[in-house]
C-alpha cells in the first residue's frame, strides 16, 4: 500500500519559516517527480512546487518563487519544502504528491495533508 506522509506543518508567525516533509512508503519514488500542493479554506487546490526525481528540474508556483526550495533526499524516499518569509495568504493545508508529471502537475498518489497557519 502506497502511502505519502506529511509532516511540520503548524503556527507560525509571519516572516517566519517552517520545513515540510513527507515521506513515502509503500513503493520507490526514486525515479518520480515530487509535487508539493495546497489548499486555502473556500479555495481551490494551487499548485506549488515540483522537483524531479534528480532534482535537476524544479517547479515553483509564482507566488512562492524565492521563498520557497523544494529538495528530496531519494535514500529516504522523502520530499522537502522549505518555506522562508511565509505570510498570512500562506496559511493553508499542504500536500505532497507523487508520482507527479511537472508539466502538467498531475499526480496520482497524496497525502492526508499537514496544516500550515501564518499569524499576522
Known amino acids: 500500500q502506497v502511502q505519502l506522509v506529511e509532516s511540520g506543518g503548524g503556527l507560525v508567525q509571519a516572516g517566519g519559516s517552517l520545513r515540510l516533509s513527507c515521506a513515502a512508503s509503500?513503493?520507490?519514488?526514486?525515479?518520480?517527480?515530487m509535487g508539493w500542493f495546497r489548499q486555502a479554506p473556500g479555495k481551490e487546490r494551487e499548485n506549488v512546487a515540483a522537483?524531479?526525481?534528480?532534482?535537476?528540474?524544479?517547479y515553483y508556483a509564482d507566488s512562492v518563487k524565492g521563498r520557497f526550495t523544494i529538495s528530496r533526499d531519494n535514500a529516504k524516499n522523502t520530499v522537502y519544502l522549505q518555506m522562508n518569509s511565509l505570510k498570512p495568504e500562506d496559511t493553508a493545508v499542504y500536500y505532497c504528491?507523487?508520482?507527479?508529471?511537472?508539466?502538467?502537475?498531475?499526480?496520482?498518489?497524496w497525502g492526508q495533508g499537514t496544516q500550515v497557519t501564518v499569524s499576522s
Open positions: 504528491a507523487a508520482p507527479c508529471i511537472i508539466r502538467t502537475m498531475t499526480c496520482d498518489y
Open positions: 509503500g513503493r520507490t519514488f526514486s525515479r518520480d517527480a
Open positions: 522537483i524531479s526525481w534528480s532534482g535537476a528540474i524544479t
